[in-house]
């Protein structure tokens, strides 16, 4: 059998059907397997393309077979998925290789039986691929930029009917984008300008982050098991967009800090970071393992005043009345905003999470919003694009709670930018070529 090949089987076979996280997974069997370099890219662009495209795949397969796709045996889905993508989305490996491989894998996967059907569907594929072309037309405009973008059609129509066509289709576009590996300077232990040396020495290109002052973008590394810096805890890796959360909250040192949902730790860092680790952040989050997660960072990057504590946020008012001079809620949300780092993210998300959703993240901004001393600063921020989730939230908050007034968020942000007037900040993908993040700060009047 062809090892790449049938490690990226087995990975898809995770993912979809046991529910792991694609990044996880390819990192789990790509340490266990022995492969080339040039393999294991093979199996990352294997991966990372055949989740990215699965519900279009689903497409795909149900013009050649007649039964139902999720009744066709996980394992032999699988494989179809992989020789599909590669037929349709891969144009250096040929068909017959493709078709060839495909069967070898079936065979040597347990599968002999079926290793005539996974021949018979390939090459019909392979021979007739304008059974596969997608639906064009007026009536089809939404389904077909589902199809192309390889995104769901019921969010494709919800964002179509939220932001324009136009809109739609250019997030769609980004989400597909490669995304950049971005790190945040630990200021704690060094500069900017000095980690980006440490980094080029270590074989990485990078450049200057035009969002965040402790920000860089690496577009071009090796592993990151192996980038000395990174694991000498001389920076963080941490979104663009996710960076600005920490200075909009703009702590001080010797404060009390409440970071309410804080796993798994990179905003936690940074306010210690603003904070020159001195005074205290209680770090919370319901779950054990990734309150965990949270030490580990601060372990690896020097900081000694996060304390962690199991917590849910909505009941953080309860332990702390009154006593943060900063309360940051990073609240759980459908994550609309960053679907180009988790390609497996945009077929797990339902049209019910979204509705329901707003409802817990008010929940939380009220219960933890009193902990907030008169005086003290509010800040609520997500990692989506959905009103319903961001402005929604806030105003509905503000409206039942006129001991919060609204500040101009935009204010705080620590580079200039089209948003420095703006009250709520709204970071959309394709505006401002960034993940699409929200961020807003209240002020607890005195």
């Known amino acids: 059998m062809d090892k790449a090949r049938e490690t990226a089987v087995r990975i898809l076979y995770e993912v979809h059907e046991n529910g792991a996280y694609a990044n996880v997974a390819l990192a789990r069997a790509l340490r266990q397997a022995k492969l080339s370099e040039q393999d294991r890219c093979f199996v990352t662009e294997l991966v990372y393309g055949a989740v990215k495209a699965g519900g279009t795949l689903d497409w795909i397969l149900r013009r050649y077979v007649k039964r139902p796709v999720r009744k066709i045996q996980p394992l032999v889905r699988e494989i179809l998925h992989l020789g599909l993508y590669q037929l349709f989305y891969l144009d250096k490996v040929p068909a017959s290789a493709i078709c060839n491989t495909s069967v070898e894998l079936a065979k040597g996967m347990g599968m002999k039986g079926l ?6 569907v390939l090459r019909t594929a392979a021979r007739e691929p304008q059974r596969a072309a997608f639906p064009e037309g007026k009536g089809h405009a939404t389904e077909g930029l ?3 973008s390889q995104h769901p059609e019921w969010l494709v129509r919800h964002w179509v009917r939220t932001f324009g066509f136009e809109a739609a289709e250019k997030i769609c576009a980004f989400d597909n984008e490669q995304p950049v590996l971005s790190v945040r300077t630990n200021t704690l232990r060094i500069g900017r300008e000095e980690l980006k040396a440490a980094l080029e020495q270590s074989g990485a290109v990078v450049e200057l982050s035009r969002w965040a002052p402790e920000g860089l973008l690496i577009t071009k590394h090796g592993a990151l098991d192996e980038l000395a810096p990174l694991q000498q805890g001389l920076c963080q890796v941490q979104d663009e967009s996710s960076m600005l959360v920490a200075h909009v909250v703009r702590p001080q040192p010797g404060e009390f800090v409440l970071d309410c949902c804080a796993a798994p730790g990179g905003k936690t860092t940074h306010l210690a970071a603003l904070m020159h680790d001195e ?3 209680v770090a919370g989050d319901v779950y054990d393992h990734k309150l965990l997660r949270i030490e580990e960072n601060a372990s690896r990057l020097g900081i000694h005043i996060i304390e962690t504590q199991r917590l849910d946020a909505r009941e953080a008012g309860e332990y702390y009345a009154g006593m943060a001079d900063r309360v940051l809620i990073d609240a759980p949300c459908s994550g609309l905003g960053v679907l180009r780092r988790k390609p497996d993210a945009r077929w797990r ?3 019910q999470e979204i509705e329901t959703l707003p ?12 902990a907030v001393k008169p ?4 800040v609520y921020s997500t990692c989506t694009i959905e009103l319903a989730e961001n402005q929604a ?8 709670h006129p001991e919060f007034e609204l500040e101009t968020t935009g204010a705080f942000l620590p ?3 089209i948003h420095q007037q703006a009250k709520m900040v709204q970071l959309m993908p394709q505006v401002d070529g960034t993940d699409g993040f929200f961020i807003c700060r209240m002020k607890r009047k005195g």
Do not use: M
């Open 393 to 400: 939230v806030v105003s509905r908050f503000l409206e039942e």
């Open 349 to 351: 998300k339902t049209q």
């Open 375 to 378: 005086g003290g600063v509010l």
């Open 415 to 417: 580079l200039p930018s």
């Open 146 to 148: 589902a199809l192309r």
């Open 359 to 370: 409802h817990l993240q008010l929940e939380i901004l009220e219960g933890a919003s009193k």
């Open 279 to 281: 005074g205290r952040i």
């Open 115 to 120: 290793s005539g059907f996974v021949n018979g």
